[in-house]
């Protein structure tokens, strides 16, 4: 009816992806912390080699089609809401599948959605109960490497004089995707080896270093990096939506927590061998779920070695 109202918002409280994926007898495999996929059921699919092209996060009630079919049906849409994928699937309006829904849920064809859970913690790392303290944000070693006062003082980092395995060193605190501080790396200022320390029994393939702050950033594209202090200049030159891999191999629970939160990746990783091949790695492993566009550096060159201007060029 033309004139039927319908409460979106109500509606879309009290109904989920998982319960409208159900009906529809579309299903998934799990490939991440909240990452789903499998063979796309739009109408719109026709790419005969995109078998595998429609990705689910159930945390967000959303959905994406990586197809080139799908996307230009949609007008460039990647993805959307459980009310534009009713509307797809049945082709109809938004507002017109809002109400085939809120219909649905009053003569009880649908369950009504539970109250949403958390995601699990990605890692195992648990949140530590101290915080160290007494840290020299204004230390040599820290202007060396670029870094404003403004900076070091955001990130937490700077040398630490105190008791314990770090002491010496410059320290980094390392937080999970919901922002609980989990480790410190400690980074050594002279050629003491190793050159990074890290806790014994920390997985850093669980994690990845500024997720929490790029997440609260509310930008749908990552700029991915390799390390610590890739990050701290990106972010100096202006981006907030960086994380760091904290080496140069992306780990399947990294690449589960990128396409948890992100339609998009940026790789700006290290122009070395190590770089190139974790670039390869990193593109084939997140393609499949999100977009993904690759920033090529001047060859030997990293990120942490740029001007903000020059990041920003290549950003652009």
């Not at 040398?159 to 314990?164: I, L, R, T």
């Not at 991915?224 to 992306?250: R, W, Y």
């Amino acid at each position: 009816m033309p004139g039927e109202w319908v409460d979106f918002k109500s509606v879309k409280a009290k109904i989920s992806m998982e319960t409208v994926l159900s009906h529809y007898d579309v299903r998934l495999r799990r490939v991440g912390v909240d990452q789903f996929r499998g063979k796309c059921p739009l109408p719109t699919h026709s790419s005969p080699r995109s078998n595998d092209s429609f990705s689910v996060s159930f945390t967000r009630n959303a959905w994406s089609c990586q197809s080139a079919s799908c996307i230009a049906a949609r007008s460039g849409r990647v993805g959307g809401n459980v009310f534009d994928f009713v509307a797809e699937m049945e082709r109809c309006s938004i507002r017109e599948a809002a109400l085939r829904l809120d219909r649905s849920l009053a003569e009880n064809l649908l369950p009504r959605a539970a109250p949403v859970k958390p995601a699990p913690h990605a890692s195992e790392n648990q949140p530590l109960s101290f915080t160290l303290r007494n840290i020299d944000h204004q230390h040599s070693y820290v202007i060396s490497r670029g870094l404003s006062e403004q900076t070091a003082r955001y990130f937490g980092v700077g040398y630490y004089d105190g008791n314990g395995f770090l002491r010496g060193r410059v320290v980094i605190p390392i937080h999970n995707q919901h922002g609980e501080l989990v480790a410190y790396s400690g980074r050594a200022i002279d050629k003491t080896e190793p050159k990074y320390r890290l806790p014994a029994g920390f997985r850093k393939s669980h994690v990845l270093f500024n997720l929490h702050r790029a997440i609260q950033s509310r930008d749908y594209t990552l700029i991915l990096v390799e390390g610590f202090f890739d990050t701290f200049k990106i972010h100096q030159a202006g981006h907030q939506n960086v994380a760091a891999l904290m080496g140069s191999k992306l780990s399947d629970c990294q690449t589960g927590l990128i396409a948890t939160y992100f339609n998009q990746v940026i790789l700006m990783l290290d122009a070395d061998e190590a770089g190139k091949a974790a670039t390869t790695a990193a593109a084939t492993a997140l393609s499949p779920m999100i977009r993904v566009r690759i920033v090529e550096l001047a060859p030997g060159s990293q990120p942490d070695q740029l001007a903000s201007k020059e990041i920003n060029e290549l950003l652009t």
